[in-house]
């Protein structure tokens, strides 16, 4: 086929440039007009060489070489085959362990866990960070010189909508909102009485100093919301998004590494991790000055969502100060549960927030709570070594050291409050003097307990790392390819599957490829080629894959898996959906 402009010899030419032999070029020549392998180029066509190879020679010579020598003879080339890689192999997402927090509030967990059909740990969660707001900043825990940390906690409940984040998050922000809802009322007054009385100064005389607005809750997730907040505030703030993709959405996440104003805000929100003076300059408003710039943050984020933007925010440690927990899928609340709570929770932190405004504060460590706390800077050193672990993983780890002083604050300063708290409140008689407030307070200023720096170490240890691990390493390290890669073998998994199988294939049997150039499905083929689960009958652009021949016998507990999960499915839509639309086809 000599004519350069005859469509078989631009077939041929095209498939010289993918890698075909020059004994498959020949084969392909004997056929000197296309119509042996389908129709003619549409008239109009730009490059008719190219829609020939794609929808005539190319499909119909693969599988007429592959009938010819037979999937067996495919299968002999590759005799000598390791068994397949666990493409499945996921991260155990860890129960939260109850048994870390103080025996009441545990108990009051489960019981709302029951009635409202969430997972205890979510709540546990979100009430550890509303407890953290609870006490103020000025209640500091020192380590060693310099070293001190404050109870500020970032939490963030990753799950499904379907999970309820939002009740469970509402049901722990009661106190901080009936505090919020108080102090408000205060500030309006206090501020009314400030401005009576820069009203009557005489000439001369030094102003009155401006009144301290206490606030405990914000659903505002900008640096000006929160500027205004903290302007007089030195005591910290919740900041609560109801999703956390506004939070990073302030951040300008969607628009990768270089967004200017992402790069503006950033350094603001680091800061307000660890607390301190902090100054904002404005064009506008001039200099603020902020005594104590300070937010601790909670909030959910559906999975698929928090990957995306992680692969988009800068790599600058933001991510990596949050406590994220996975939760567990939906579970079916208890409707014959008692309705409400004994409210022990709401109490402990309408006790914190009264008794720690304003009240400074330096708490130590007890030799048994350094002991359990080195014991943790020895793991998390240990673990910045391994090299396989994702470097952000490491980066996350790294900062227990000071998280972990931090949950211990929380869980020392509840236990403060419900060591004082009556057991039975009927009695009048033999109860302490002293208000409750000033009891807590004296039972703030002891040392932390090596007991629970323990809970601590066994919460970090046992629950937060494997959570932290299934985000870092499934989620944010495994991308959309080795995702498309699973749903593949699944459906190889779920039926009877031939020795090999072909693009048109995959196109027809898996959703997700249906309309997905070749490139990509090329792509997702080396992912499974490089976990031993196929192999490419051709180097170079192959549109054909011989399966691995044991991979039902090294998986077979999965295989059985996807195809009972299979029928289950299908037998549910027969079920439930199909006698509905023949009988509205009857209908009709």
């Given at each position: 086929?000599?004519?350069?402009?005859?469509?078989?010899?631009?077939?041929?030419?095209?498939?010289?440039?993918?890698?075909?032999?020059?004994?498959?070029?020949?084969?392909?020549?004997?056929?000197?007009?296309?119509?042996?392998?389908?129709?003619?180029?549409?008239?109009?066509?730009?490059?008719?060489?190219?829609?020939?190879?794609?929808?005539?020679?190319?499909?119909?010579?693969?599988?007429?070489?592959?009938?010819?020598?037979?999937?067996?003879?495919?299968?002999?080339?590759?005799?000598?085959?390791?068994?397949?890689?666990?493409?499945?192999?996921?991260?155990?997402?860890?129960?939260?362990?109850?048994?870390?927090?103080?025996?009441?509030?545990?108990?009051?967990?489960?019981?709302?866990?029951?009635?409202?059909?969430?997972?205890?740990?979510?709540?546990?969660?979100?009430?550890?960070?509303?407890?953290?707001?609870?006490?103020?900043?000025?209640?500091?825990?020192?380590?060693?010189?310099?070293?001190?940390?404050?109870?500020?906690?970032?939490?963030?409940?990753?799950?499904?909508?379907?999970?309820?984040?939002?009740?469970?998050?509402?049901?722990?922000?009661?106190?901080?909102?009936?505090?919020?809802?108080?102090?408000?009322?205060?500030?309006?007054?206090?501020?009314?009485?400030?401005?009576?009385?820069?009203?009557?100064?005489?000439?001369?005389?030094?102003?009155?100093?401006?009144?301290?607005?206490?606030?405990?809750?914000?659903?505002?997730?900008?640096?000006?919301?929160?500027?205004?907040?903290?302007?007089?505030?030195?005591?910290?703030?919740?900041?609560?998004?109801?999703?956390?993709?506004?939070?990073?959405?302030?951040?300008?996440?969607?628009?990768?590494?270089?967004?200017?104003?992402?790069?503006?805000?950033?350094?603001?929100?680091?800061?307000?991790?660890?607390?301190?003076?902090?100054?904002?300059?404005?064009?506008?408003?001039?200099?603020?000055?902020?005594?104590?710039?300070?937010?601790?943050?909670?909030?959910?984020?559906?999975?698929?969502?928090?990957?995306?933007?992680?692969?988009?925010?800068?790599?600058?440690?933001?991510?990596?100060?949050?406590?994220?927990?996975?939760?567990?899928?939906?579970?079916?609340?208890?409707?014959?549960?008692?309705?409400?709570?004994?409210?022990?929770?709401?109490?402990?932190?309408?006790?914190?927030?009264?008794?720690?405004?304003?009240?400074?504060?330096?708490?130590?460590?007890?030799?048994?709570?350094?002991?359990?706390?080195?014991?943790?800077?020895?793991?998390?050193?240990?673990?910045?070594?391994?090299?396989?672990?994702?470097?952000?993983?490491?980066?996350?780890?790294?900062?227990?050291?000071?998280?972990?002083?931090?949950?211990?604050?929380?869980?020392?300063?509840?236990?403060?409050?419900?060591?004082?708290?009556?057991?039975?409140?009927?009695?009048?008689?033999?109860?302490?003097?002293?208000?409750?407030?000033?009891?807590?307070?004296?039972?703030?200023?002891?040392?932390?307990?090596?007991?629970?720096?323990?809970?601590?170490?066994?919460?970090?240890?046992?629950c937060l790392l494997y959570h932290a691990k299934v985000f870092y390493e499934d989620v944010l390290h495994v991308g959309?390819?080795?995702?498309?890669?699973?749903?593949?073998?699944?459906?190889?998994?779920?039926?009877?599957?031939?020795?090999?199988?072909?693009?048109?294939?995959?196109?027809?049997?898996?959703?997700?490829?249906?309309?997905?150039?070749?490139?990509?499905?090329?792509?997702?083929?080396?992912?499974?080629?490089?976990?031993?689960?196929?192999?490419?009958?051709?180097?170079?652009?192959?549109?054909?894959?011989?399966?691995?021949?044991?991979?039902?016998?090294?998986?077979?507990?999965?295989?059985?898996?996807?195809?009972?999960?299979?029928?289950?499915?299908?037998?549910?839509?027969?079920?439930?959906?199909?006698?509905?639309?023949?009988?509205?086809?009857?209908?009709?």
């Amino acid at each position: 086929l000599e004519d350069s402009s005859h469509d078989a010899y631009q077939a041929c030419l095209c498939a010289f440039r993918r890698g075909w032999t020059l004994a498959d070029m020949a084969a392909i020549g004997e056929h000197t007009q296309l119509a042996t392998f389908g129709a003619r180029p549409p008239h109009g066509a730009s490059d008719p060489w190219q829609w020939a190879w794609k929808y005539t020679v190319a499909p119909a010579w693969v599988d007429q070489q592959n009938d010819a020598r037979g999937l067996s003879a495919l299968e002999d080339e590759f005799a000598e085959w390791d068994d397949p890689e666990d493409l499945f192999s996921k991260t155990p997402r860890t129960a939260f362990p109850l048994e870390v927090l103080p025996g009441a509030i545990a108990r009051e967990i489960r019981h709302e866990a029951n009635r409202m059909g969430v997972d205890p740990g979510m709540l546990a969660m979100d009430k550890l960070a509303v407890a953290a707001a609870a006490i103020d900043d000025h209640v500091q825990v020192r380590v060693t010189g310099e070293w001190v940390e404050r109870a500020c906690l970032w939490v963030g409940i990753v799950g499904e909508p379907s999970t309820r984040k939002t009740p469970a998050q509402d049901l722990a922000l009661k106190p901080a909102l009936k505090q919020e809802e108080q102090w408000q009322k205060d500030n309006r007054t206090a501020l009314a009485l400030y401005r009576q009385a820069q009203q009557g100064l005489q000439p001369g005389t030094p102003p009155p100093p401006h009144p301290k607005l206490p606030r405990a809750v914000t659903t505002s997730a900008t640096v000006e919301g929160l500027r205004l907040a903290l302007k007089h505030n030195d005591r910290g703030i919740l900041v609560c998004p109801d999703e956390l993709a506004s939070f990073f959405g302030e951040l300008d996440a969607y628009q990768g590494r270089g967004g200017a104003r992402a790069s503006k805000d950033r350094p603001h929100w680091l800061s307000a991790f660890g607390g301190g003076l902090h100054v904002i300059e404005r064009a506008k408003d001039g200099s603020t000055y902020i005594r104590n710039w300070s937010a601790g943050i909670l909030g959910g984020i559906q999975p698929r969502l928090m990957a995306q933007i992680a692969r988009n925010i800068a790599d600058d440690g933001l991510l990596q100060r949050f406590l994220l927990y996975f939760t567990k899928g939906q579970v079916l609340a208890d409707k014959h549960a008692e309705h409400g709570s004994d409210g022990t929770f709401e109490t402990v932190c309408q006790t914190l927030y009264e008794a720690t405004l304003g009240f400074e504060a330096t708490v130590t460590l007890s030799p048994e709570a350094h002991a359990a706390h080195d014991r943790l800077r020895v793991f998390t050193n240990d673990m910045q070594d391994v090299e396989s672990l994702p470097h952000q993983l490491r980066t996350h780890l790294s900062k227990w050291d000071g998280i972990s002083v931090r949950l211990a604050l929380v869980l020392h300063a509840m236990q403060a409050v419900l060591d004082e708290l009556p057991l039975d409140p009927l009695p009048s008689f033999g109860l302490p003097d002293e208000p409750l407030p000033t009891r807590v307070r004296s039972r703030l200023t002891r040392p932390i307990s090596g007991e629970v720096m323990a809970r601590v170490e066994h919460l970090l240890r046992s629950c937060l790392l494997y959570h932290a691990k299934v985000f870092y390493e499934d989620v944010l390290h495994v991308g959309e390819t080795v995702q498309l890669a699973r749903k593949v073998v699944k459906h190889w998994l779920s039926r009877e599957s031939e020795g090999s199988v072909s693009m048109r294939e995959l196109r027809k049997r898996v959703r997700e490829m249906k309309d997905m150039p070749e490139q990509e499905i090329r792509l997702t083929m080396e992912v499974l080629a490089a976990y031993g689960w196929c192999r490419p009958v051709t180097e170079r652009f192959p549109t054909r894959w011989v399966l691995h021949p044991a991979m039902r016998r090294v998986h077979d507990e999965r295989a059985r898996t996807e195809r009972d999960r299979k029928e289950r499915n299908e037998r549910i839509m027969h079920q439930n959906f199909y006698p509905q639309v023949q009988e509205s086809s009857r209908l009709h």
